[in-house]
């Protein structure tokens, strides 16, 4: 089997297993295992990215799905329920909504470039002068990392404020100090969420 | 025939995430299940713009001194971006469903609707601080 | 998490390891796949891995709210006012040329400066989110959910 034959196989069966995760988040009731099959999906597709040459992309979506999310999902669930409520599952607007849609994206692929085109319209306008800036200008061998923060610097500053924003819109909605506590920083009552009290020694009385 | 699925069988599989990402979203009514929903389509959004990147016979956009063929590094910046977007705006999310239910006992649209028709938002809000 | 003596022993041998690890993805960003971003969820990822098997009170001794509502705007200040030192220094906003001796220096330099501030903001803005979900007390029974 040649290296070509290889990287369709490998990609086919990575989004196949990524077809099967998603099924599975659709179907399953019990919601932590939801965000546990959240965390698995993320991981697949930082395996799809690295086999579609994306490795920077891949590290992130490895760190910030499989970590980061499933920490705050599980936070979540704590908080709310852990079950969802068993209704008559089947929607028929939806999946009239959902074909529709599916079918006309599937139609506007086919004007898409071949998979894997050296010469695709995206590949030849801006690109070539980027990396051949990054190895003679700016001498930064990390190529995204030099479009990141040279070439589109300004868009990564927006994003560190969307990403500043975010987080203190959490502070605004959730608050930073425990609930129980006063302005000093000592905990009033000595509670653990969602538990019984604790005695000294920190077991559950 | 062969090769026209080979040109873009990438792409219509990734569709097919697309839509199951969005039937989540539309068709339950669990508001965590709908934010899962959503970070389904927005990962199989990501995997559109990454395909469309990469280059045959290349490798990944790092320079190691010898010419070679790179896939296209553009996308990889603005996926890079959004993935971190994407977070931060599902833990906005998250906190929103935890302040619902607190609000309302509970995170089932249903629910939510009737309790809203009934009530009122106001109306419930101070049921629910008289009753705790 | 008092009984899990395993997971304490090993947690305790491995976070020191995450933390330079992030360092090590941080500064190595243009170097290979790695920068800010990474870097600060890896950092992030570390303090919640001692908060989940210490406790929260623990953590917050360790990184307290009030260092994190420094550190949320700092990277982002850090970010914008590099953006300006290049206006005062002669060129454009974030105009990195002009940072250093030689153009190539003053890149680098300034692609340091500013993945360090996206990691700093990233990382504060992940641990004090997960403090804020970790500080609210549920009012559901441990039997009802």
Known sequence: ?205 | MLDAVLAHYNYWLIVVLMMIGLYVVISRGNLVKKIVGLNVFQTSVFLLYISLAKVTGGTAPILTGQPEVFSNPLPHVLILTAIVVGIATTALGLALVVRIRETYGTIEEDEILAAEEVTGTHEAEAAREAST | MRHHLVLRVVSKILIPFILLFGLYVQFHGDFGPGGGFQAGVIFAAAFVLYALVYGVEHAREVLPPKALAILVPAGLLIYALTGFAGIFLGGKFLDYDVLAATPTGGQHLGVLVIEFGVGVTVAAVMVSVFYAYAGRTSDVDAEDW
């Not at chain 1, 599980?74 to 849609?101: D, H, M, N, Q, Y």
């Open chain 1, 1 to 205: 089997m040649s290296g070509a034959d290889m990287v369709i196989w490998v990609n086919f069966s990575l989004l196949t297993m990524l077809c099967l995760s998603a099924v599975a988040i659709l179907l399953v009731r019990h919601l932590f295992a939801v965000a546990a099959l959240t965390g698995a999906f993320s991981l697949l597709a930082a395996g799809l990215f690295v086999a579609l040459d994306a490795v920077d992309v891949a590290f992130t979506e490895a760190a910030v799905g499989a970590g980061i999310s499933t920490v705050l999902m599980l936070g979540t669930l704590a908080l709310t329920s852990r079950r969802e409520k068993i209704t008559p599952s089947f929607s028929p607007v939806a999946l009239v909504v959902v074909l529709v849609t599916g079918a006309a994206l599937i139609y506007a692929t086919s004007d898409m470039p071949v998979f894997g085109d050296p010469n695709a319209p995206g590949h030849v306008h801006v690109v070539p002068d980027y990396i051949e800036g990054s190895e003679k200008d700016l001498v930064i061998p990390n190529i995204v990392t030099s479009v990141l923060a040279s070439y589109r610097g300004y868009d990564t500053l927006g994003e560190v404020a969307v990403i500043f924003t975010a987080g203190i819109g959490v502070m605004f909605l959730l608050g930073l100090r425990r609930e129980d506590e006063d302005d000093e920083g000592t905990v009033r009552k000595n509670r653990r969420p969602g538990g019984r009290p604790l005695d000294e020694e920190g077991d559950e009385a």
